[in-house]
């Protein structure tokens, strides 16, 4: 600017101008989609999600809501996104009986959408006819780039099927042995989509005499997972989380009846895991 007044300068706004930019710029539908709120449309009863963020950065938080859906790439399918001013305690609303949603949350310090090294993290629950559901998540760099914990929704029923891989160690080593089984749910036990598959591992020194290793989600049936070779001992148990707030009282439950099971340098299969009701 200097000391004469400026000249004009005309501006010519034009309808989805914004839209066709940000397309110019490789953004897809789904990063177009609505960031004020995912379920604008919804008019029926609410669910509030919250919880603690750890970790990650002093920037805003992207949560993307996406649900399973075997007939989208990767096995979900995208709703919209909410953006949240920065980590630590967060509320959510979600429709109420709404089933399985995932979330992906993550921070986007270049604004360029999620990459491997941003701070990130995902997580499916079950949203059932409740008020309120707790979810603590941690946000870690790279974990975009790490298998994930949750199973696509196979597209095939056959009790044939060779499960799909997964494992919540992130560094496997030069090596590793695969850790499969059969989980089954006792008669009487219905819609019970997803199952939490916790591992212990024995330590005089922790409470309880037992250090908790990780968490897979599952859907009963197959499983399998990968732990490094020669890992030791390992306990398996697995619970079905009907109000999404971890293991309570009234939650189906059930562990495997050879705990703790010695990881080696072979393959371990056959193990069976019962998933049973507890009292209310």
């Not at 995932?102 to 990130?120: H, K």
């Not at 060779?162 to 494992?167: G, I, K, M, N, V």
């Not at 197959?222 to 707030?245: C, H, I, M, R, W």
């Amino acid at each position: 600017m200097g000391e004469e007044d400026p000249e004009a300068v005309l501006l010519d706004l034009q309808s989805g101008a914004k839209l066709d930019l940000a397309q110019e710029m490789g953004h897809d539908q789904a990063d177009l989609a609505d960031e004020a709120q995912a379920f604008v449309d919804y008019e029926g009863d609410w669910t509030l999600l919250r919880g603690q963020i750890e970790g990650g950065l002093a920037t805003p938080v992207q949560v993307d809501f996406r649900v399973p859906d075997e007939r989208e790439p990767g096995g979900n399918r995208f709703l919209g996104r909410t953006r949240l001013p920065s980590a630590g305690g967060y509320q959510l609303q979600v429709p109420r009986n709404m089933g399985s949603l995932i979330l992906e949350v993550f921070q986007d310090p270049e604004n360029d959408g999620p990459s491997d090294d941003d701070p990130y993290t995902t997580a499916q629950i079950i949203v059932g006819d409740v008020d309120s559901l707790r979810k603590n998540l941690r946000l870690e760099k790279g974990a975009r780039g790490q298998p994930s914990a949750v199973l696509e929704e196979s597209t095939e029923n056959s009790s044939e099927q060779t499960p799909e891989q997964q494992t919540i160690f992130k560094d496997l080593g030069s090596d590793s042995v695969e850790v499969s089984g059969i989980l089954k749910l006792a008669e009487g036990i219905e819609g019970l989509e997803w199952v939490d598959l916790d591992l212990f591992a024995p330590d005089a020194e922790a409470q309880g005499g037992r250090r908790y290793v990780g968490k897979l989600k599952i859907q009963p049936g197959q499983f399998s997972f990968k732990v490094p070779t020669n890992y030791g001992f390992l306990e398996l148990e697995a619970f079905g989380d009907l109000d999404g707030d971890g293991p309570t009282p009234g939650d189906p439950f059930g562990r495997s009846s050879s705990n703790p099971r010695r990881i080696g340098s072979e393959n371990l299969s056959g193990i069976e895991i019962s998933i049973q009701r507890t009292g209310q």
